[in-house]
């Protein structure tokens, strides 16, 4: 990992030019995930043809590779850094709730790490990232440094019930990449997904319903290289029925419908490598 912090401290016009080199490595050389990133391309916008695939899967290897290193990267950037490259809309939805919390739904698309300390750094609001835990140590310990400066407090999927539902005083937003792949045996809901079946995490619609959170989607757009802007959306308000029975979820529904709006709008930056439809039902 001393490699990873040294990159960590280059200047950005030194890390973009080590992406290109990076791209050509994992797209060229490589071929990183290419058949799962084609196969998922072409079943997501079947209207497209070939040419236009491969423009569209280079795009995103390109956008992979700036993601990655620009996620490194937030392990020594200041607040500053963050609030000049992380623009925030539609912030003045979450001031009603001050006085508890919310929560917001992302997917894998922009950058993900640089908005949690963005929307921290530019609202003046701690943020509670809630995780999965990765497989490789020193990576996982890495990505705990990332999330947790700024007084975020990474939390691990497995507690998350408890957290907000012990939460103190303050308001906090509590963030979740709600496009993760439930685990084999666990609860889920299946919705259409980018025209295939996919099942998605029913966890959250039953934590709105303890907790009566507001949900919100954050979308985060690629501005330019290294410029993002995240928009909040409103997805569900409380009252909620205090608990969840039956088959309906309309607020995983309209996560998912807000997803796949904001995946056509900006299809590059999202994660195609992710095998989001491996599992079936």
């Known amino acids: 990992m001393f490699i990873v912090r040294i990159i960590s401290r280059m200047p950005f016009f030194l890390l973009y030019r080590l992406s290109r080199v990076l791209y050509f490595f994992t797209y060229y050389l490589v071929g990183y995930r290419k058949r799962v990133v084609f196969d998922n391309i072409r079943q997501a916008f079947p209207d497209k043809n ?89 990576w996982d310990q890495f990505m705990q440094e990332v999330r947790s400066r700024f007084n975020s407090r990474p939390i691990p999927m497995r507690r998350a019930g408890r957290d907000l539902l012990r939460r103190g005083k303050g308001f906090r937003i509590f963030v979740m990449l709600a496009d993760q792949k439930p685990i084999d045996g666990e609860s889920c809901h299946w919705v259409t997904y980018l025209n295939r079946e996919a099942p998605f995490y029913v966890g959250t619609e039953k934590l709105a319903c303890l907790t009566q959170y507001p949900v919100f989607f954050a979308q985060c757009r690629c501005v330019r290289q290294g410029y993002y802007e995240v928009e909040f959306k409103p997805l569900a308000a409380p009252p909620y029925p205090r608990r969840h029975e039956g088959n309906d979820y309309p607020i995983t529904e309209a996560y998912v419908q807000a997803a796949e709006a904001a995946i056509r709008e900006q299809p590059e930056t999202f994660l195609w490598s992710h095998n989001r439809w491996k599992r079936k039902r």
Do not use: T
């Open 50 to 138: 070939e040419q236009q695939v491969r423009a569209l899967a280079k795009g995103f290897y390109r956008r992979l590779a700036d993601s990655l290193l620009e996620v490194i990267k937030a392990h020594s950037m200041s607040g500053d850094e963050f609030m000049q490259r992380c623009k925030i809309v539609g912030a003045e939805q979450l001031k009603p709730y001050s006085d508890g919390a919310v929560i917001v739904l992302c997917i894998h698309q922009g950058n993900w790490e640089w908005m949690l300390h963005g929307v921290s750094q530019r609202l003046g609001i701690d943020v509670d990232p809630v995780y999965k835990q990765l497989h490789h140590q020193g």
